[in-house]
């Protein structure tokens, strides 16, 4: 197991103000990511919880012009080309998925998750999170069938407006390309170095690393172990990483791993709820079939506006800098989401 946790802690000194001009010490960390190496910044900044809006006024007014919506759906939604997908759409259980009529990919689209305009994040169930994973997996399978030049999977969800999401009905845009996404590829590269260098696989070692250390593992349901990155992605927001264990391609997920996956899941919306976030982004980046070097694994992190100001989660060190700042410890989330997995 060659996995290097590696920071740099670093100090500042200042006379503060709120201790009467009294020197003080500050710290904050340079972390690097022990898969790509990237480089990112740590510091351990209490920000009070987000306040919840009210969304009232938003939903209504949405569900108004809501093309995902069941009563419209199928005057509004796109369709495939009978010599793709004969159906026109795939439908598993109440999820929906159409091609996106906005593509970032050869073979973009997107899953409606639910029949309902609205959901809190409470009101994910395993069922409804299952439905849109299968919709998405039979979607892959068939893209590989049409066009087998295609080996790049993803999965995003950009859920209400302050993440990215254009609607509000919950949806996640399913990604499928000859050509990955940039970090997509980043993580896929790193992973086979990883294995080539190592003869063993970065995400098991990382996974046993984690858990003897201890500060960094959140838990396990079945077959996906969940951990709280050592580099977040997330300036004020928690971050968490789920893995598929010994499971290289979305293509290959079981029915029992997609249990796992939603009822991990389910937890980890109930933690982000409970901490009055009620907006996120997920991604899942899946390896290529029969590659060793790579498991299928999700990111989840909270998106959300900070008082007084309403503080945006973006600023000029990652939108300019092309480095991610965060303003929580991952340990101290860690800390805080495992008790949802006990």
Same mark, same amino acid.
């Given at each position: 197991?060659?996995?290097?946790?590696?920071?740099?802690?670093?100090?500042?000194?200042?006379?503060?103000?709120?201790?009467?001009?009294?020197?003080?010490?500050?710290?904050?960390?340079?972390?690097?990511?022990?898969?790509?190496?990237?480089?990112?910044?740590?510091?351990?900044?209490?920000?009070?919880?987000?306040?919840?809006?009210?969304?009232?006024?938003?939903?209504?007014?949405?569900?108004?012009?809501?093309?995902?919506?069941?009563? &419209?759906?199928? +005057?509004?939604?796109?369709?495939?080309? #009978? =010599? $793709?997908?004969? %159906?026109?759409? *795939?439908?598993?259980?109440? /999820?929906?998925?159409?091609?996106?009529?906005?593509?970032?990919?050869?073979?973009?689209?997107?899953? &409606?998750?639910? +029949?309902?305009?609205?959901?809190?994040? #409470? =009101? $994910?169930?395993? %069922?409804?999170? *299952?439905?849109?994973?299968? /919709?998405?997996?039979?979607?892959?399978?068939?893209?590989?069938?049409?066009?087998?030049?295609?080996?790049?999977?993803?999965?995003?969800?950009?859920?209400?407006?302050?993440?990215?999401?254009?609607?509000?009905?919950?949806?996640?845009?399913?990604?499928?390309?000859?050509?990955?996404?940039?970090?997509?590829?980043?993580?896929?590269?790193?992973?086979?170095?990883?294995?080539?260098?190592?003869?063993?696989?970065?995400?098991?070692?990382?996974?046993?690393?984690?858990?003897?250390?201890?500060?960094?593992?959140?838990?396990?349901?079945?077959?996906?172990?969940?951990?709280?990155?050592?580099?977040?992605?997330?300036?004020?927001?928690?971050?968490?990483?789920?893995?598929?264990?010994?499971?290289?391609?979305?293509?290959?997920?079981?029915?029992?791993?997609?249990?796992?996956?939603?009822?991990?899941?389910?937890?980890?919306?109930?933690?982000?709820?409970?901490?009055?976030?009620?907006?996120?982004?997920?991604?899942?980046?899946?390896?290529?079939?029969?590659?060793?070097?790579?498991?299928?694994?999700?990111?989840?992190?909270?998106?959300?506006?900070?008082?007084?100001?309403?503080?945006?989660?973006?600023?000029?060190?990652?939108?300019?800098?092309?480095?991610?700042?965060?303003?929580?410890?991952?340990?101290?989330?860690?800390?805080?989401?495992?008790?949802?997995?006990?």
């Amino acid at each position: 197991m060659t996995i290097d946790l590696k920071k740099i802690k670093q100090q500042i000194r200042i006379l503060d103000p709120r201790q009467e001009f009294k020197e003080a010490t500050f710290e904050y960390e340079i972390r690097y990511d022990p898969l790509t190496s990237r480089q990112g910044r740590v510091i351990s900044y209490r920000f009070s919880l987000p306040e919840v809006p009210d969304l009232t006024e938003m939903i209504e007014n949405t569900q108004k012009i809501c093309p995902f919506c069941p009563e &419209v759906i199928d +005057k509004f939604a796109a369709r495939f080309p #009978k =010599d $793709f997908i004969p %159906e026109g759409m *795939i439908r598993e259980g109440d /999820a929906t998925l159409v091609p996106n009529l906005m593509p970032y990919s050869k073979y973009g689209a997107v899953v &409606v998750l639910s +029949k309902r305009h609205y959901l809190r994040m #409470k =009101d $994910f169930t395993e %069922e409804i999170i *299952i439905n849109a994973l299968r /919709a998405c997996q039979e979607y892959f399978k068939q893209v590989k069938s049409f066009d087998p030049k295609v080996k790049y999977f993803s999965i995003g969800w950009n859920y209400m407006p302050i993440a990215g999401g254009s609607i509000v009905h919950p949806h996640m845009q399913v990604e499928a390309d000859e050509y990955p996404f940039m970090y997509h590829r980043d993580i896929l590269q790193a992973s086979e170095e990883y294995y080539k260098k190592n003869s063993s696989i970065f995400w098991e070692d990382l996974i046993a690393k984690e858990k003897e250390i201890g500060e960094r593992y959140v838990g396990e349901t079945g077959n996906v172990t969940w951990l709280a990155p050592f580099l977040p992605r997330g300036k004020i927001m928690p971050d968490i990483m789920g893995i598929f264990r010994d499971v290289d391609s979305i293509l290959n997920i079981s029915e029992s791993d997609l249990l796992d996956f939603a009822n991990g899941l389910c937890r980890v919306l109930h933690y982000l709820s409970d901490q009055n976030f009620y907006s996120l982004n997920i991604a899942i980046y899946s390896g290529i079939t029969m590659e060793d070097s790579f498991w299928t694994n999700a990111r989840i992190v909270a998106r959300g506006l900070f008082p007084p100001a309403n503080v945006s989660d973006h600023d000029h060190i990652q939108r300019f800098n092309d480095e991610f700042c965060a303003c929580r410890l991952p340990e101290e989330i860690c800390s805080e989401a495992k008790v949802y997995f006990n």
